[in-house]
């Protein structure tokens, strides 16, 4: 298991960007997938976007490709989700968590949660 603590997050408008962090415990950050998912109020709790151990292969849900860029920082135990041009839509409380697998893109994939970040984008 390991520790994920978010942060980041807040009120944009519509066009506006954001940056998450989620800051992880323990010394084997880099063996661990890292994964971004946003859970409106009365929907399920959804993939946005994975990233490998060693940051070579990344992935993304459609609704925010070319728009969201996820990215780690192995020596500062730490990842990222970059969020530009966003939307209404993109409303959500967005969690952090870690996978023992190559990449997954589903919640069973993943074993480590974090308590998660507000993002409210007004229009």
């Known amino acids: 298991q390991v520790q994920l603590v978010e942060s980041g997050g807040g009120l944009v408008q519509a066009g506006g960007s954001l940056r998450l962090s989620c800051a992880a415990s323990?010394?084997?950050?880099?063996?661990?997938?890292m994964g971004w998912f946003r859970q409106a109020p009365g929907k399920e709790r959804e993939f946005v976007a994975v990233?490998?151990?060693?940051?070579?292969?990344?992935g993304y849900a459609d609704p925010v490709k070319g728009r969201f860029t996820i990215s780690r920082d192995n020596a500062k135990n730490t990842v990222y989700l970059q969020m530009n041009s966003l939307k209404p839509e993109d409303t959500a409380v967005y969690y952090c968590?870690?996978?023992?697998?190559?990449?997954?893109?589903?919640?069973?994939?993943?074993?480590?949660w974090g308590q998660g970040t507000q993002v409210t984008v007004s229009s």
């Open positions: 968590a870690a996978s023992s697998l190559v990449l997954a893109n589903i919640k069973q994939g993943f074993h480590s």
């Open positions: 323990g010394r084997t950050f880099s063996s661990y997938a």
């Open positions: 990233i490998s151990g060693s940051g070579g292969r990344t």
